[in-house]
């Protein structure tokens, strides 16, 4: 069974300091990984998505991932944190032919001026 | 702007009053499903449609009903809820990824119920 495991409930970051977001994951085969985000009383909105082919991914409001195989791992990173970045982050999987996401329990993210 | 609508965005109900949720998605999308969020626990999955079809239910209490008229709108049908039931109900749609389409999923901003 898949499962999601994001070890950090809290992380509080300086505005403009990086922030690496941990996720790990529990599958067999080639995962389809996705981070969401959720600011106060709003829905998830997609940041990225890795299917396969290159490792590091792209996501929208300057946020990037890296799949790593050998950890399990599927990290989120930004260079730069903006106060608008607090919010609430979710770690999700899939797999090819399921269409069911198992997501992780989320990491609070506070940005400290 | 996520495509996905839903309505109410707040609701309080006595344990006795039946209502309803409503989602609507504008993407084209033809699988949508229910969720629900409760402080401190993961996201739980309770219902999936494809294709206006019922294809999941996670064991979810009969006091939760859903309908699925067509792949754009999605309910929720509430009746003698309990207080643990209390939650952010979050709707969600994608491609049917089993028919080869997308695997992402597209949520709604939620609708936030308290059950008194």
């Known amino acids: 069974a898949q499962s999601v495991t994001q070890p950090d409930i809290h992380i509080t970051v300086s505005e403009g300091a990086s922030l690496e977001l941990r996720c790990n994951y529990s599958?067999?085969?080639?995962?389809?990984l996705f981070w969401y985000v959720q600011s106060p009383g709003q829905g998830l909105q997609l940041l990225l998505k890795?299917?396969?082919?290159?490792?590091l991914v792209q996501g929208i409001k300057g946020f990037e991932a890296e799949f790593k195989r050998s950890q399990s791992s599927f990290n989120l990173r930004k260079p730069s944190v903006h106060w608008s970045d607090a919010a609430e982050y979710f770690c999700a999987v899939g797999a090819k032919g399921f269409q069911k996401l198992v997501f992780g329990t989320g990491t609070r993210l506070l940005v400290s001026p | 702007e996520t495509g996905v609508t839903q309505t109410p965005r707040h609701l309080v109900m006595g344990m006795t009053n039946k209502k309803s949720l409503k989602c609507e998605q504008h993407?084209?999308?033809?699988?949508m499903y229910w969720y629900k969020q409760s402080a401190k626990k993961p996201l739980e999955l309770m219902f999936v449609y494809n294709f206006k079809e019922q294809t999941e239910n996670n064991s979810v209490p009969s006091r939760f009903s859903p309908e699925c008229p067509n792949s754009s709108h999605l309910f929720l049908h509430l009746h003698t809820l309990q207080p643990e039931d209390s939650a952010l109900y979050l709707c969600?749609?994608?491609?049917?990824?089993?028919?080869?389409?997308?695997?992402?999923?597209?949520f709604g901003p939620g609708t936030r119920l308290t059950v008194t």
């Open positions: 890795y299917f396969s082919g290159d490792t």
């Open positions: 993407l084209g999308h033809n699988a």
């Open positions: 599958y067999g085969a080639t995962p389809y």
């Open positions: 969600a749609s994608s491609q049917d990824p089993t028919g080869g389409g997308s695997y992402e999923q597209y």
